[in-house]
């Protein structure tokens, strides 16, 4: 058997490895010693002469957390696994040799406590929700490896003064304060919790630290201490009740005290309960006697009395709680129990664990249902603050880059989300997707610890249908910005393509300074600026030829869409008409005149809705025209619908199309936009129904236009 009898001078203060095995085979006679022996061996060598930060021999660490273990009375295997629980990550140790000499199980448990550890070289952004969520995945497996955790986080806290950097305490106290304690809590590990924050709290707030220990003091120098007093009346009081009871007392922890004090809004002086008694009896029954002693000798703080007796935490604890004014402006709180409360009140599910018949695999289950329960549910006011930082963690899921950056995400997210997580440029480029390896569709949502590999391509641009597929705040916010500049370019474009028209038909050349004042008397920022306003039609096109040229939107500009040219046979000469607005006929269509009271005729295209609806009234009220083109009738805009894919610059070949074949476009106004198309109705000025039908049929056959419809 291994055995090292003697321990090198460097290991002086170290627990023994006699001492430790003793310890353990104090409450658990069945312990397989060799087993433990084993494992301390075998951590002394693969630690060899590394240090601590305190000058300690690294090797001491884990024997500590050893030890700590053994005051919570846990078994065999999780006592070798903490003596093991660094070999893996901080020495040449492997796991396949690990399972060779200590088997699975152990080989088991420590790799779990090796994953919980890697977390902690994360990036701080990611670090809390990243530790939380291997956590819950390694309480899944086996609650002894957040045991050995928490035990080697509170060794660490101890020794937390040795290391140098003051970032580095700062950053595991604050972990400790945000992660471990409220964990040590959940599972009922109170002594731990306390210890922790106390810990946590002294590096964190060592200001407000040391004023409250400092009043404590004076506190207690001033009064006397008077615990003592207070705990033996107490204990008095019962026996004369005929209540056998253990009293302890204590002041509250600084941190606890602080949180009372910033919760409350009050002054350390304002204070009134700073000491806590603790009333152990016999049975739950004895527990109700007591608390009746109590409230007969002084009045109880109202709402400040719990019974977690009948009516116990989620995490298991049980206890009366209430608070009694001792004495003028002294309020003590007192807690009563039994004796097996107590002892699961300090150290929660592992001290039930410890205490109550050997958890073995099938018993196991259960507890993690327990447990599981209660990191998902809180239902008391006082837990609500974790219970808040739970949720938020439940719906979120982690996945990695392939070079192992962890991203947190909100449950759903999909690899474009992932994709701006990691960095906008990458989002904006993404064309695909491989998640553990395998190509995927960018719209697949990514599971709790997927491994996502982003596929870019420079030529990319974020496209219109990722809106319906991210779900993260940073990836739509980037997605429709780009969106937004993309639309903006192409407006601008097409805003030039009638730019340029419009100055073309300006009275005279166009001065040197005729673009700025336009832009000041239009309250533009930019050329750009005047050239999407002109493509969004915010303006006629007489204002903006005005702007450029004031007084020249008089008789010779705008050639008017209905102009002159228009005849159309059998009207009365002079009187007034106009071209529907509802089908925009152009000179061809077959047309009919409608007689409107006070608006004169109105000319629509003979197939136009308007008239299928009047024809199903009464024939009093519609008035029908016969009408038709007048010979060389030119000119009049026809109104279509094109649906155009969503792609970059579709718009654009639109325009150069309608161009291409001789129309203007007048209008032009977004109308629906999906994942796929958006459609656009264009007023377009044509000559005939024959120039429309030929720009129609052009459109159709390019490749940006899906789809087009006259209206
Ligand atoms: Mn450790």
């Given at each position: 058997m291994l055995q090292s009898n003697a321990a090198p001078p460097?290991?002086?203060?170290?627990?023994?490895q006699y001492e430790l095995v003793d310890r353990v085979l104090e409450y658990d006679?069945?312990?397989?010693e060799a087993l433990l022996n084993r494992a301390y061996v075998f951590s002394l060598h693969a630690h060899g002469s590394q240090k601590r930060a305190s000058g300690d021999?690294?090797?001491?660490h884990p024997i500590e957390v050893a030890g700590i273990l053994t005051d919570l009375r846990l078994d065999d295997e999780t006592i070798a696994t903490a003596i093991l629980h660094d070999t893996v990550e901080d020495t040449v140790a492997t796991p396949e040799e690990i399972e060779r000499i200590f088997g699975p199980s152990v080989a088991r448990l420590v790799e779990g406590v090796t994953k919980l550890s890697?977390?902690?070289?994360?990036t701080e952004s990611e670090r809390a929700a990243e530790n939380l969520r291997k956590f819950l995945l390694a309480m899944s497996d086996d609650i002894r490896v957040l045991l050995v955790k928490l035990a080697d986080r509170l060794h660490n806290m101890r020794t937390?003064?040795?290391?140098?950097k003051p970032e580095k305490r700062r950053r595991i106290a604050k972990e400790t304060m945000d992660i471990y304690a409220p964990l040590a809590e959940r599972i009922g590990m109170y002594e731990f919790m306390r210890e922790m924050q106390t810990l946590a709290f002294q590096q964190l707030e060592p200001e407000a630290y040391e004023s409250i220990a400092r009043r404590l003091e004076q506190l207690g120098e001033a009064g006397g201490n008077r615990i003592p007093a207070i705990a033996e009346g107490l204990a008095g009081l019962l026996a004369r009740g005929g209540v056998e009871a253990e009293v302890s007392g204590r002041e509250k922890h600084p941190y606890s005290i602080w949180r009372k004090m910033a919760e409350r809004h009050i002054s350390f002086e304002q204070l009134s309960d700073i000491m806590a008694f603790r009333v152990v009896v016999d049975s739950e029954e004895e527990c109700y006697r007591a608390l009746g002693l109590i409230h007969r000798r002084w009045p109880s703080v109202p709402g400040?009395?719990?019974?977690?007796?009948s009516t116990p935490k989620r995490n298991g604890y049980r206890s009366l709680h209430t608070t009694v004014?001792?004495?003028?402006?002294t309020r003590v709180e007192i807690q009563v129990r039994t004796r097996e409360m107590h002892a699961q009140a300090e150290f929660g599910l592992a001290a039930h664990w410890a205490y109550?018949?050997?958890?073995r695999a099938d018993h196991q289950s259960s507890w993690i249902r327990d447990l599981v329960e209660i990191l998902d549910t809180a239902d008391s006011p006082e837990e609500l603050l974790e219970h808040t930082r739970m949720a938020m963690y439940a719906d979120r899921i982690f996945a990695f880059t392939p070079k192992g950056e962890l991203h947190q995400l909100p449950k759903g997210a999909t690899p474009i989300d992932f994709a701006y997580a990691v960095h906008t440029d990458l989002g904006d480029q993404a064309v695909g997707a491989k998640i553990n390896g395998r190509v995927v569709p960018l719209s697949t949502v990514i599971e709790n610890g997927d491994q996502v590999q982003i596929l870019r391509s420079a030529g990319q641009t974020p496209q219109r249908a990722w809106l319906g597929v991210a779900i993260t705040g940073k990836a739509l916010a980037a997605i429709r910005r780009s969106l937004r500049h993309s639309e903006r370019a192409e407006h601008a474009a097409l805003g030039r393509k009638l730019y340029v028209d419009l100055v073309e038909r300006l009275p005279a050349q166009l001065g040197q300074d005729a673009l700025a004042h336009a832009l000041k008397r239009l309250k533009l920022a930019d050329e750009e600026a005047l050239l999407v306003a002109i493509a969004r039609r915010q303006f006629t096109d007489a204002q903006v030829m005005e702007a450029l040229m004031?007084?020249?939107?008089?008789?010779?500009?705008?050639?008017?869409?209905?102009?002159?040219a228009i005849s159309i046979k059998g009207?009365?000469?002079g009187v007034a008409f106009d071209l529907a607005g509802c089908c925009h006929p152009v000179p061809g269509d077959r047309i009919v005149g409608l007689r409107r009271p006070d608006a004169g005729i109105e000319v629509h295209a003979i197939d136009c809705g308007v008239l299928t609806d009047l024809a199903?009234?009464?024939?009093?009220e519609t008035d029908w025209v016969d009408l038709a083109w007048g010979d060389g009738a030119d000119g009049a805009v026809a109104r279509i619908q094109v649906q155009v894919k969503n792609v970059p610059g579709s718009l654009g070949i639109v325009s150069t199309i309608i161009g291409a074949h001789g129309a203007n476009i007048i209008a032009l106004r977004l109308d629906t936009r999906d994942a796929r198309f958006h459609t656009n109705t264009i007023d377009v000025e044509v000559h005939d129904v024959q120039q429309l039908m030929r720009l129609i049929a052009g459109l159709r056959a390019a490749?940006?236009?899906n789809a087009v419809e006259r209206v």
């Open positions: 460097h290991l002086q203060g170290v627990l023994r006679p069945q312990a397989n021999p690294y090797f001491s890697k977390i902690e070289a994360q937390l003064h040795h290391i140098a400040r009395f719990k019974d977690y007796i004014i001792h004495a003028e402006n109550k018949d050997r958890v004031p007084g020249s939107a008089g008789a010779d500009i705008a050639p008017a869409p209905q102009a002159s009207l009365t000469p199903d009234r009464s024939a009093a490749d940006a236009v």
